[in-house]
């Protein structure tokens, strides 16, 4: 079975690099603003998980540049995930914000949020 997912894993990974999306192109002022928003927010993800991909695609379209923190292979990420979020489940999109940190799990509601805050 693991041979599977691996090989399942590397399947998705290429087919996520031949169709890769284009970035929004935007004015050099603009860019600044959504690097500076995107700073405040980290990606707990697996890399090969089709669900983390999809979220990974979505930041690529709207050229956003967030912090990845592999929670599989790096045993401090996953702790911060487990003990910040609640639970080890990929994606999870962590928010900084003034008046705390927000976790947001499922790849559909990342996706919303980047296209919310980003496009």
């Known amino acids: ?22 970035g929004i192109k935007r004015a050099a002022e603009d860019q ?5 928003k995107s ?3 980290a ?3 697996f890399e090969a998980c089709p669900f983390c ?6 930041m690529k379209r709207q050229s956003v540049e967030i912090e990845l923190r592999d929670a599989k292979n ?13 639970r080890v489940k990929v994606p999870c999109l962590r928010i ?12 559909s509601d990342i996706v919303a949020y980047l296209e919310k805050e980003f496009a």
Not at 74 to 86: Q, T, W, Y
Request: proline share 2%.
């Open 39 to 41: 700073a405040q927010l």
């Open 53 to 58: 991909v999809k979220v990974r695609r979505s």
């Open 96 to 107: 900084e914000e003034k008046d705390g940190v927000q976790w947001m799990y499922e790849s």
């Open 32 to 36: 600044q603003v959504v690097d500076q």
């Open 1 to 22: 079975m693991k041979v599977i997912r691996w090989i399942l894993g590397r399947i998705i990974l290429l087919l996520s690099f031949v169709f890769s999306p284009r």
């Open 43 to 45: 990606l707990y993800q």
């Open 74 to 86: 790096d045993a401090k990420h996953r702790a911060e995930l487990e003990s910040g979020g609640g």
